[in-house]
Structure formats: C-alpha cells, structure tokens
C-alpha cells in the first residue's frame, strides 16, 4: 500500500481514510468492482483526486485497504498458548464471525461480483496471506516430509474453500460440521492430534 498503516494516522489522515474506505464498501455493496471508478470514489468522498492519490496508488490500493480494515478484526493473540488444534478452531471461529457480522456487506460484494471475478480472487488471496502468516506465527508443524510453505497454502486454500461453501455457494454446513471438515484436512498435518484439544 501506499499509506503507511505502520504509523498512527493523524485525525485528518483517519478522517480521510475512513472517508475513501466507507465509500468504497458502500459502492461494492452496489455495483461491480470492475465500474467503480476513482471520479467516482473521490465524488462522493467530497474529496478531490490529488487527496485520494496522496493515500493510494489506485483503486487497487484502496481496496487493499478495506481488506485490511475487514482482516483487522481477526485477532487470535489471546489464543497463542493454547494447542495448534485449538487455535486452528478459534482462527476459523474468528474469520467466520466477520462473515457473519459484515454478510449484509459481503453478501452485496458477492452478488455484484462473480465468484471467479478479479475482486473476489483479490479478497481471497488477502485472507490467504493473513492465513499464512497466522499458520507461520502460531501454528506448530513439524514434518520434514512436506514443505512448510506448502502445508500453508494447503491450510489457507481450505478454509477459504470452506468459507466460500458456506457463504458464497449457499451450501448448508453448519459451524460443527465447518470444524470437523477443517480438522479432517488440516488438523492431522500439525504437531498436537485432535485428541489434545481437551
């Protein structure tokens, strides 16, 4: 991004930002991402476009900052001394709540934007990258047989497969079943076995 989200924003630069991102969410929720245009964005932010391009490289970049507003909210820290099985459960339990709490907002996105459409591939490969990193900090894996990078990409494929079932395609599987499918194709992978999670 653009922005550096490493420092504190002032209060015009918050303002600012919330402005861009509100704007953005509102027009996803209304039409596709591929006629959303940054005229467009900056006309109902009651901003002019130098402002936006002080913040953003594109419409791109701004996106990029709403993933991160919406992946923000996952949080798992406290969960850090528990077994890998059990983080795996509550970083799936926290991932499916911002569906949830947000599916009047997803659910706009998903129905002006077609699953295989670039904006939906943009979101996915975000979550994934935050799956990544979550799997790398607080996952324990020891199998000298399988790449660790592999075993990540394995791990965030399937709980967005998962995720994209439930929410996406409609399909009814409930939050025990979600956990049990998550567990048969990821859990065995990691150090502590289904059984340690007491």
């Given at each position: 991004?653009?922005?550096?989200?490493?420092?504190?924003?002032?209060?015009?630069?918050?303002?600012?930002?919330?402005?861009?991102?509100?704007?953005?969410?509102?027009?996803?929720a209304k039409?596709?991402?591929?006629?959303?245009?940054?005229?467009?964005?900056?006309?109902?932010?009651?901003?002019?476009?130098?402002?936006?391009y002080n913040?953003?490289?594109?419409?791109?970049?701004?996106?990029?900052?709403?993933?991160?507003?919406l992946s923000?909210?996952?949080?798992?820290?406290?969960?850090?001394?528990?077994?890998?099985?059990?983080?795996?459960?509550?970083?799936?339990?926290?991932?499916?709540?911002?569906?949830?709490?947000?599916?009047?907002?997803?659910?706009?996105?998903?129905?002006?934007?077609?699953?295989?459409?670039?904006?939906?591939?943009?979101?996915?490969?975000?979550?994934?990258?935050?799956?990544?990193?979550?799997?790398?900090?607080?996952?324990?894996?020891?199998?000298?047989?399988?790449?660790?990078?592999?075993?990540?990409?394995?791990?965030?494929?399937?709980?967005?497969?998962?995720?994209?079932?439930?929410?996406?395609?409609?399909?009814?599987?409930?939050?025990?079943?979600?956990?049990?499918?998550?567990?048969?194709?990821?859990?065995?992978?990691?150090?502590?076995?289904?059984?340690?999670?007491?």
């Amino acid at each position: 991004m653009k922005y550096d989200l490493s420092k504190k924003p002032t209060r015009g630069a918050q303002r600012t930002l919330e402005a861009f991102s509100k704007t953005m969410f509102a027009l996803l929720a209304k039409k596709s991402f591929e006629t959303i245009s940054v005229n467009e964005i900056c006309e109902i932010s009651n901003f002019p476009r130098a402002t936006f391009y002080n913040y953003f490289d594109d419409k791109y970049d701004l996106l990029t900052y709403c993933w991160y507003l919406l992946s923000h909210e996952v949080k798992i820290e406290e969960t850090s001394s528990n077994s890998s099985q059990k983080i795996l459960t509550v970083f799936f339990d926290r991932v499916y709540d911002l569906f949830m709490d947000h599916s009047e907002l997803l659910n706009g996105i998903f129905r002006n934007n077609p699953i295989n459409s670039p904006l939906i591939n943009n979101f996915s490969a975000y979550l994934k990258q935050i799956m990544q990193e979550i799997f790398y900090e607080y996952l324990d894996f020891d199998n000298k047989n399988v790449p660790l990078q592999l075993v990540a990409d394995h791990f965030s494929n399937t709980v967005m497969l998962i995720l994209e079932a439930i929410f996406l395609k409609q399909q009814p599987i409930s939050l025990e079943q979600a956990h049990e499918y998550m567990h048969y194709l990821v859990g065995h992978l990691l150090v502590d076995s289904p059984s340690d999670e007491g």
